[in-house]
């Protein structure tokens, strides 16, 4: 029986070979941050880290990650309390918030790797769409938690 690694914790999966991770780590995992937006890769809303690198689950089968560690916007903190997160409170990013998840896991790969980015850096790193528009917002969170 396949599993996942996801948040550090193994989930087996029963589940057709051609179900999304998406689904699995909604219904199989019980995490529900992920998000749905389009199914088709565009929006971004449904954006994790696999092996640390962002990937857009709605794209992925079990068979893609199998022995890769999945983070989801859960397994930054069980509390709510990552940098990130944290600042994006403090910005008052969120004003929908739905794409959130997707964009402060893209956020998360970003500062893992660039202190501090520049804006071009997270206008490049940020490309997931944002109907309500935060993205001044989110790029203010970043450079809070970046120290900055």
């Known amino acids: 029986?396949?599993?996942?690694?996801?948040?550090?914790?193994?989930?087996?999966?029963?589940?057709?070979?051609?179900?999304p991770l998406l689904w699995l780590i909604r219904d199989i995992a019980g995490l529900k941050g992920t998000k749905y937006?389009?199914?088709?890769?565009?929006?971004?809303?449904?954006?994790?880290?696999?092996?640390?690198?962002?990937?857009?689950?709605c794209q992925l089968m079990e068979s893609d990650v199998s022995g890769q560690a999945i983070t989801t916007i859960e397994g930054l903190s069980p509390t709510g309390t990552h940098k990130l997160q944290?600042?994006?409170?403090?910005?008052?990013?969120?004003?929908c918030g739905f794409c959130q998840p997707g964009q402060i896991m893209c956020a998360t790969q970003l500062l893992g790797g660039t202190q501090p980015p520049t804006d071009y850096q997270i206008n490049a790193a940020m490309?997931?769409?944002?109907?309500?528009?935060?993205?001044?917002?989110?790029?203010?969170?970043?450079?809070?938690?970046?120290?900055?």
Do not use: E
Not at 3 to 19: E, R
Not at 130 to 140: I, K, S, Y
């Open 86 to 95: 944290l600042a994006w409170i403090a910005q008052q990013v969120p004003q």
């Open 127 to 148: 490309n997931h769409v944002c109907v309500c528009g935060t993205f001044t917002r989110m790029r203010a969170a970043i450079h809070a938690a970046a120290g900055g």
């Open 37 to 57: 937006g389009c199914g088709v890769g565009a929006c971004g809303a449904c954006t994790i880290l696999v092996g640390g690198k962002p990937a857009l689950s």
């Open 1 to 19: 029986m396949p599993a996942l690694q996801i948040n550090g914790k193994t989930y087996q999966v029963q589940a057709d070979p051609s179900t």
